[in-house]
Each structure stands twice: as structure tokens, then as C-alpha cells.
């Protein structure tokens, strides 16, 4: 807050594809998707519409005694699109959230089992899953924490994946080493497959996260798989899993941003069979006592039901095109020195800046704007994760920006 008087908010007047314009008409190109969310584009019309449908009928209903046909509908297509493994969705508002939920299922399912030393959670180094006190607990970035770690749980933490240090034989061992040692206390692992967003883009292989699955079975481990940021399309598969088996999917999986375009706040936890039936019981106490008062908002659904649609009309196939377009427009930039290590995962691009300048992230931001680019890098971290709209030419456009803005910045 103490920062908007020397750097004011842009504000907003109206969004258009790629394109976000300001009350004095500039035009941004959001190469961050608005925090990873508007997947689809900025008033996506086949959206706006649905939405507007579904108002004119049911805005709202509680999912308590009622349901209503958006919210089955989008439940039986993500739970077809995990070929059944995940059958089962719970519906809740944001990401953190659905990690809250996850961490809840995961625990209380523990507990009904009658494993009650499994009390404890893993998760990765610099990993990042939300600010609520729950996904906190399972966040290793201290920019967020410090300021309420004695609030926080004990969580173990292990060694992350880097695809730029070659080391993932080295994190699995020492995964399986934790596990071989603590696995009665814990009761989940939480991970991002295939990149870790807001720890700084970092990536690994789907071999890596084969690896986690079967260490995590071996030792009776659930596997949360949080796909709040790189689902719904943005590693060039609808899921990351998708990229890992078919048939071997984890005990949860997170959706969130991207699934509503953008449009409307909704996650979803996708659970399996195992964990559903430990909470089926005529026991009200042994049931999940989750609420929140949005579960399932009906236009959240009918707007993540239009999401799906573009997946089953070919998007998957479109993306194929556009990480390409993305791919090729970063050969060239890779060459400069004032860069390292860009790497690349579908629709997500990332570098890091070798040059040391204070306030780097908020320097390049400003600089970004005269540029038309809205970029929000995470410490000397450079990405772009834009809308699912990319033509060669945006792609073009894209560096040529990031260009110029970084010749502003550290000049």
C-alpha cells in the first residue's frame, strides 16, 4: 500500500482477448493472464454469455439439500476427464481453499481410519499453495510466512526438482528417505506437477512425478496434486497429470483460476473412491463438515462448463500451435547475456535476469506498461503465461516487448 503513491494502480477500464484498456484508452497486453486466470481471454463472448444465461434463470442456490444441473454437469466431465479415477468433486471458491480442503479430507480421512499419528504434511522447497493459515502451512516462500509462523503448522519440507540443476534423482531419494523414516506422522505430500509458479517457474519432468507417485503408494502417503495454477491447459494437457499416467492419478487434484476463464471465483477438489467412502457414513460427525456459501455458484459453473467446451472442441490441439509460436519467438532472445536458463513448459515461458538492479520485479513492471505489456515478475523471474490466444504475430510481439522493457529497465 505504502508503494501506490509513487506507483499508482493502472485502472482498468474494460479487457478484449488478450488486450486490457485503460480510462485514458492504453492498451496492455496481459501476459500474466491477470494472475493466471483468464485462460480464454478477457470477455470471452461465449462465456459472458453463458453467464448471463444462467443469471436470467439461477444465479444461486445453495449446494446444501439442493443442486442443480451446471454444477453435475462440470463434477461428471472433469471426473470423465480423469477416466474415473477422481469421481468425486467438492466445491469451494479459490485456491487455497481447495489446499485447505484437500489437507482436511486428507487428515480426517486419516483419523476415521484410525491412523491418528498421521498428522503431519509434506511438501517441496520454495513451493507455494496460498495464504490461509492451512496452505501456508504447506508454503515454503517467507516473504508470506514470517509474519505469522507461530500461527502455522509443522510441515516437513524436502528437497524440489529444478530441471536447471539436473536434480531430480537427488530429490526422489530424498523423498523416499524422508518417507522411509516419517511416513507413520504423515498424511500427505502436496505438490504442483510439473511447475512450481510462484516459487519462480520452476520445472521438472513427468518421470520426477512418476517417482512421487509410486514412493508416496509405497508408504501410504496421499498425493494432493495442486493444479490450481498449471491446470486446465496451461502445460499443453488439460491436467499436468495428463502428462504422467493415465491410469496411476493421485489421491486429490486442485483446480482453481483458470477453470471459470477467469470470469468467476471456483475451485474443485477431485478426490478418488478410497477417500469418498471413509466420510460415507449416516454418522454426521464422521461426515466432511466443509461450507462455504458459494459452493457450486451456478454461474461459476455454467462459465467453467464453457472452459470445457473449448477443450472438446480442440484446444488441446490449438495450444500444440501456440506453445510452438511462443517457442520459436524465444529462440533469439535466449542469446542475450543479460539472461539465463529460459525454459519452457506448454504455455508457460520464464528467465531469470543476471543483472542486479534493487526493486528489479517493480522496475520492469512500470517499464512493462510503456511498452504495452502488463508483467509482474516474481524477483529477477521473467514469465509469460498469456491467454490461450496466441498467434505468431502476439508471440512476436510478446519479446519484442519484454525486449524493450528490459533495455528500460536496466539501463
Not at 94 to 101: K, L, M, Q, R
Not at 204 to 215: D, E, I
Not at 304 to 328: I, K, P, R
Not at 374 to 382: Q, S
Amino acid at each position: 500500500m505504502a508503494r501506490l503513491a509513487k506507483v499508482p494502480p493502472i485502472p482498468i477500464a474494460s479487457g478484449d482477448g488478450v488486450w486490457l484498456f485503460d480510462e485514458e484508452g492504453n492498451r496492455y497486453f496481459d501476459t500474466v493472464s491477470s494472475w493466471w486466470v483468464n485462460i480464454l481471454g478477457h470477455a470471452n463472448p461465449r462465456i459472458v454469455s453463458a453467464i448471463g444465461e444462467q443469471a436470467s434463470k439461477l444465479p444461486h442456490v445453495m449446494l446444501g439439500g439442493c443442486t442443480h444441473e451446471p454444477a453435475v454437469r462440470l463434477a461428471e466431465r472433469l471426473s470423465k476427464r480423469a477416466n474415473g479415477h477422481l469421481g468425486h468433486a467438492f466445491f469451494a471458491s479459490d485456491g487455497a481453499s481447495a489446499v485447505e480442503i484437500a489437507l482436511k479430507q486428507s487428515f480426517h480421512s486419516r483419523a476415521i481410519k484410525g491412523e491418528k499419528t498421521k498428522e503431519k504434511f509434506l511438501c517441496l522447497k520454495h513451493s507455494y499453495h496460498g495464504e490461509t493459515i492451512g496452505a501456508l502451512s504447506v508454503t515454503d516462500v517467507p516473504l508470506f510466512q514470517d509474519a505469522y509462523r507461530s500461527l502455522l503448522n509443522a510441515s516437513y519440507v524436502i528437497e524440489a526438482p529444478d530441471s536447471r540443476l539436473n536434480n531430480e534423482r537427488e530429490a526422489l531419494d530424498a523423498l523416499k528417505q524422508l518417507l522411509q523414516e516419517r511416513h507413520g506422522e504423515i498424511s500427505a505430500l502436496i505438490i504442483e506437477p510439473l511447475i512450481q509458479c510462484g516459487g519462480g517457474m520452476v520445472m521438472h519432468s513427468s518421470s520426477y512425478l512418476r517417482g512421487v507417485r509410486a514412493l508416496t503408494k509405497e508408504f501410504d502417503v496421499h498425493l494432493i496434486a495442486d493444479e490450481i495454477a498449471v491446470g486446465c491447459g496451461r502445460t499443453g494437457t488439460f491436467f499436468a497429470w495428463d502428462q504422467v499416467s493415465d491410469s496411476d492419478w493421485p489421491d486429490f487434484l486442485l483446480l482453481s483460476k483458470g477453470i471459470s476463464g477467469g470470469n468467476l471465483p471456483l475451485s474443485i477438489v477431485l478426490t478418488s473412491d478410497d477417500i469418498f467412502n471413509q466420510f460415507l457414513s449416516e454418522d454426521f460427525e464422521a461426515g466432511f463438515l466443509h461450507s462455504h456459501s458459494y459452493t457450486g455458484n451456478p454461474l461459476a459453473c455454467a462459465a467453467a462448463n464453457v472452459v470445457l467446451d473449448h477443450f472438446d472442441e480442440g484446444l488441446t490441439d490449438q495450444l500444440s500451435m501456440q506453445t510452438q509460436y511462443l517457442a520459436d519467438a524465444f529462440i533469439d532472445f535466449a542469446s542475450d547475456d543479460r539472461v539465463t536458463d529460459v525454459r519452457q513448459c506448454g504455455m508457460v515461458v520464464a528467465f531469470e535476469v543476471s543483472e542486479t538492479v534493487d526493486n528489479f520485479a517493480e522496475k520492469f513492471h512500470v517499464s512493462g506498461r510503456r511498452h504495452e505489456i502488463l508483467a509482474r515478475p516474481i524477483g529477477n523471474t521473467v514469465y509469460v503465461m498469456p491467454p490461450y490466444l496466441i498467434t505468431r504475430e502476439y508471440s512476436e510481439f510478446i519479446v519484442d516487448a519484454l525486449s524493450k522493457t528490459l533495455n528500460e529497465t536496466l539501463s
